[in-house]
């Protein structure tokens, strides 16, 4: 499955312009012209996506999220303003989750059920999950199971009354890297990338790719940074749409579709999905 992160390209919480957010309403913005491209990519495609959308973001651009979710995709919530789940305490979180949620919501006529936690800070915390329930999510993709943090594998698993689908990591040379997004997705060698993806999906198990619209559009301004910062943000950025037509098939669906199907499939969901009971 396909999934887009809603922000802009100064949205980074490790680059300081990423936390000034006073600065933000006299930048350029990006989103206009990049999420037209990454309606035309996907369209080009032939999938539906889940567009994990920042409130700040829908309620700059109110038009831009309605055009996609009349595409035909499905809109979930990235928090407010990119601030990592490591910056807020539960009720912090909360007033985070209601207040996006609401202006996605009002815009939309619609429920939003999708969430996504800013930058993979979800990380191992479970305290995020029943608030994620109360507050109306079913489905969340926060979590990136990658060397050093300690998350196991990355199958779906239900946390707190919430699907947790993990994206898509995969052992190359036996580090558990990120195979569905960022420089990984770009510089490995697609055979290995599609032979990864080939193993997951033939077992019924999900393989999340995900990327944000300023990756796909070369206007888009860019941060300034040191030279790794830069490699790891921007480098072989080109690569990238070629690289998803050929991951992700036509006809691919979005999230919260793809969760209702493997929950029909499946009598015993909890048990088909792992245990219940993970790392903490
Ligand atoms: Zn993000």
Known sequence: MLTVDVEEWFHAPEHPLGRESAQ??????????????TLDLLESMQVRATFFTLGWAAQKHPALVRRIAEAGHEIGCHGWDHTPLDRLDPEAFRRDLDRSRTVLQDLLGSKVTAYRAPRWSMGRRRWPYPILAETGFNISSSRLCIAGLGLGRDHPKRIGGVLEIPAFSARFLGIPLPAGGTLALRILPLGWLLRVRHRRTVRGRPAVYWFHPWEVDPQ?????????????????????????????????????????????????????????????
């Open 220 to 280: 888009a301004p860019r941060l300034q940074a040191g030279a790794l910062f830069t490699a790891v943000r921007y480098g072989a950025l080109k690569t990238l749409p070629a690289r998803l037509a050929a991951l992700v098939p036509a006809g691919d669906c979005t999230l919260s579709r793809a969760a209702d199907r493997w929950t029909a499939a499946h009598e015993t969901p909890s048990s088909w999905y792992g245990a219940e009971k993970i790392d903490k």
């Open 24 to 37: 933000w309403d006299r930048l350029p913005p990006s989103l206009p012209s990049a999420i037209g491209r």
